[in-house]
């Protein structure tokens, strides 16, 4: 009788401890990303130094794991070019009204300064089509703002949408013609990016239904700051393995977002990529208890610059602390905050064999509902390891919230539904690889 009380002791021990290990995983995740995407870290960009105070908080954490420095620092630092909007920003159409930052309205991240009151005038895009009517307005556009009506742009063909996207791209970056922005109204989600050069126009992006043709004035205020040798950094801590072998494996994620448009108006990032962060941290956080070390060395890079063009990890791919040639595989995360889906593996159907390998230890182990294959696409930090012929995944999750480069990523919403277990699966697969 006593044997079997002890072992049921025992039993609810460990099922406490195990209980309390999967509740920490999780807890540790919040909190890594309510600290990336809350206000002082304004978005993690080029306002403010949000980007450093990002990059500095991730170093206090790998040193906490007794992570290994390269060069006595943690940080790789390295030179961006970029544009950005720190100051209050306003969009009036004729003088009632005043839309919302973020909410109504967007200006491209490249736009340079520019204020005052501008005359007006409207293209829709049966007229963007017809070239004849087209440069007959543009004749008359010098010094004005061009309204561009691109609502319903979705339902057009491929040929009409390709032409109309051309002739957008001409109206807001070509010097010439004369007239001084534009203006385009769509019915589509404002999704935001990062600017890496000065445009020589202004322009926006209005979300809001709105009869284009009774707006004939705007007013506009925003002061841009283009920066050509603005400072960042990866950061970059280093486990040696059990085997003593020089072999490595990278675990990545971009730490940067997209900052601040204007004082007010902030983009979190809670989803991308505080979430990749959070399970960076955490797989640190666990391989590096000595009962936890992988036989193979891991090297953590949180990268820099991911949003203005994947500038980070190719500078790392430049200038590489570790012989590339000894990487035996990289594994890339970004969007990791959902999960109700399952996760997506871009390269899957390049390594096989790697990715069957993830899919037998989801099957035995019931993590996720399922691991879904994709083949290559050079849309995160992986990009340029595998073009060096590197081995390498960069998977995310699925389902869930939308909310994606906009102001709603935010830490509030984001669930977390099946972080443990993606942890869990890159934990044994580690092991496994």
Same mark, same amino acid.
């Given at each position: 009788?006593? =044997?079997? +009380?002890? !072992? ?75 544009? !950005? ?11 009632? *009204? ?22 007006? +005038?409207?293209? &829709?895009?049966?007229? #963007? @089509?017809?070239?004849? +009517? ?12 061009? @309204? ?16 109309? &996207?051309?002739? =957008? ?16 109204? /769509?019915?589509?989600?404002? &999704?935001? !990016? ?64 997209? %900052? ?16 990749? =962060? ?19 060395? @891991? ?11 994947? #500038? ?11 012989? *590339? ?12 905050? !959902? %999960?109700?889906?399952? =996760? ?12 069957? *390998? ?17 083949? /290559? ?22 389902? %869930? +919230? ?17 972080? /443990? ?13």
């Amino acid at each position: 009788m006593k =044997i079997v +009380i002890m !072992t049921k002791q025992l039993f609810l021990l460990f099922a406490v401890c195990i209980t309390f290990s999967t509740q920490g995983q999780e807890e540790y995740a919040r909190k890594i990303i309510k600290k990336l995407s809350s206000p002082k870290m304004h978005g993690r960009g080029y306002v403010k130094n949000g980007e450093k105070k990002a990059a500095k908080y991730i170093a206090k954490e790998f040193k906490k794991h007794d992570l290994n420095k390269f060069n006595n620092s943690y940080y790789q630092k390295f030179e961006i070019s970029v544009n !950005t909007q720190p100051k209050n920003i306003k969009l009036n159409l004729n003088d009632t *009204l005043q839309l919302i930052p973020g909410k109504e309205f967007l200006i491209n991240p490249n736009s340079p300064s520019v204020k005052g009151i501008f005359s007006t +005038i409207c293209i &829709t895009q049966n007229e #963007l @089509l017809v070239d004849s +009517i087209f440069q007959k307005k543009l004749k008359h556009s010098e010094n004005k703002f061009i @309204l561009i009506d691109r609502y319903g742009f979705n339902t057009l063909s491929k040929s009409e949408k390709n032409k109309i &996207t051309n002739i =957008i791209n001409y109206l807001c970056y070509n010097p010439n013609p004369k007239h001084k922005g534009c203006v385009i109204f /769509t019915d589509d989600k404002l &999704t935001w !990016t990062a600017g890496f050069f000065e445009s020589s126009k202004a322009s926006f992006t209005i979300q809001k239904k709105i009869n284009i043709d009774e707006i004939n004035k705007i007013s506009v205020d925003c002061d841009s700051e283009y920066h050509e040798n603005y400072q960042t950094q990866n950061v970059i801590g280093f486990l040696e393995g059990k085997s003593k072998s020089d072999s490595t494996i990278v675990i990545s994620a971009h730490y940067d977002h997209l %900052g601040r448009m204007g004082t007010k108006t902030l983009f979190p990032g809670a989803n991308d990529n505080a979430s990749g =962060i959070a399970l960076l941290l955490n797989l640190a956080a666990y391989f590096s208890e000595p009962s936890n070390r992988p036989d193979y060395n @891991l090297l953590f890079i949180a990268f820099g610059a991911e949003e203005i063009g994947l #500038l980070g990890s190719k500078y790392y791919i430049d200038n590489p602390l570790l012989p *590339l040639e000894k990487i035996k595989f990289l594994l890339n995360f970004d969007l990791a905050g !959902t %999960g109700d889906e399952g =996760i997506k593996v871009v390269n899957a159907t390049v390594f096989t064999k790697e990715f069957e *390998l993830l899919q037998k230890i989801n099957r035995e182990n019931s993590l996720l509902k399922k691991i879904a294959p994709r083949g /290559t696409a050079c849309n995160s930090d992986h990009c340029f390891f595998y073009e060096k012929g590197i081995p390498c995944f960069y998977s995310y999750t699925l389902g %869930g +919230i939308s909310a994606y480069h906009d102001i709603y990523d935010k830490y509030e919403t984001l669930p977390l539904t099946k972080f /443990t277990e993606y942890n869990k699966l890159i934990q044994l697969y580690i092991k496994q690889l």
